[in-house]
């Protein structure tokens, strides 16, 4: 781990460290962007700028001990985001309902069976629902991701907040061609960064493990409005 200024260069994951008591490939250096058993992550930006991916790197390396789950809300979730992290066909639980009254019962029954859980949170969801489920969480051990449909999360609920302030896309030309490359510019935030915001920049080619990459100001930058 590197740092200059309050940004912080990390990896998003790593396989040659291991901790007893936790699984293979989990992150194990103090400072790195991961999530500890039970600890919770919030997430919040606009669709394409590759949270999707940043989210399951979090909860993917409990993926060699079990199950994880994704409760896609919207029904964009593409099971290859997932696939192309390591996460095994059969390691990979997707669930679909964008239904309010039962999305946190759906949540607290994957927190119980599964070995983590991204949750894509729909509008209308109380505080109080999520604040249970946060509980739920660390009384269970399961890492949870929650990324609401709109918005962010409330002040408290998150170790880890994780908000998208800039995208660039490589390959692509006024919605045409093929994704290349796409770098993110993400605020981190919460217990986990103690305190301080700190700037990430992560670089997603689609394939094997995100990278954060060791500078800002990418070129062609598209600031999100």
């Not at 997932?82 to 669930?95: F, H, K, M, P, Q």
């Not at 605020?187 to 103690?194: L, Q």
């Not at 700037?199 to 600031?223: F, K, M, Q, S, Y």
């Amino acid at each position: 781990m590197r740092t200059k200024g309050s940004t912080v260069v990390v990896n998003l994951q790593r396989e040659d460290e291991v901790t007893v008591g936790l699984p293979p490939r989990f992150l194990v250096e103090p400072e790195a962007l991961s999530l500890g058993p039970g600890q919770v992550a919030g997430l919040s930006g606009l669709p394409g700028t590759g949270l999707t991916r940043v989210g399951l790197s979090l909860i993917v390396p409990y993926a060699v001990s079990g199950p994880i789950a994704y409760l896609d809300v919207r029904g964009w979730m593409n099971p290859t985001a997932a696939w192309e992290l390591g996460v095994e066909a059969d390691r990979l639980v997707v669930v679909r309902s964008g239904d309010v009254v039962t999305w946190g019962r759906v949540v607290a029954t994957l927190l119980s069976g599964v070995r983590g859980v991204y949750a894509e949170i729909p509008n209308g969801v109380r505080e109080a629902m999520l604040r249970t489920l946060v509980a739920k969480a660390r009384s269970h051990r399961t890492p949870l991701v929650l990324r609401p449909v709109t918005g962010a999360l409330p002040a408290g609920i998150a170790h880890l907040r994780l908000e998208a302030k800039e995208v660039s896309w490589e390959g692509t030309d006024a919605g045409h061609g093929q994704l290349l490359r796409r770098r993110t510019v993400l605020e981190a935030s919460g217990k986990w960064a103690k305190g301080i915001h700190r700037t990430i920049e992560v670089e997603d080619d689609g394939t094997n493990d995100l990278r954060v990459v060791p500078h800002l100001g990418i070129a062609a930058t598209r600031r999100l409005a």
